[in-house]
């Protein structure tokens, strides 16, 4: 996806900039407006956190509109639902955030699961950054209570990890 959308857009770095905050905040592109879900996003808003002009906005939508290639995905894209990253040390929710070597090793996300399943603790959430879209992309897993720490060496071990941190 992410190929499709550089190519659509080559030369033109700033829309680049707009298509990879749609991306990354799950917005929409729906009758040259911008959506999260089915709230209207101002193209004011986009452009501060792109660090685009608004123009630069309405002229993007107005080039995904036009590639049906590009229309296609932005007309599908989705936010993907709450987070609970930022507010599981509150709830007493458990938190790995796993670092791989490389992001496209199959097996990190199972390998792991199963090692924080055989020690009877449930996941309530696993979220994946996207390789193509985060610099240094991780999998955070967010379990129903505190992950012991006798379980880091384990993770380590998974093929494909380089580093393992336990909040």
Known sequence: MWDKVVECLEGYPERLAVAKILIKNGLSVRDGRIYCDEIMIPALRVSRAAGVDRRTVTQTVRMIEKDPELRVIFEGIRPAGTSLREIARHLNLGVVEITPVDA????????????????????????????????????????????????????????????????
Do not use: F, H, M
Request: charged content about 30%; hydrophobic content about 40%.
């Open 104 to 167: 496209k090793t199959p097996g990190i996300l199972a390998r792991s699961a199963s090692l924080i399943a055989e020690e009877n603790i449930s996941i309530r959430q696993a979220i994946v950054d996207d390789p193509e879209l985060t610099p240094e992309p991780k999998l955070t897993l967010i379990a129903e209570k505190k992950i012991p720490g006798e379980l880091i060496p384990r993770l380590l071990k998974v093929k494909g990890i380089a580093k393992v941190s336990v909040y």
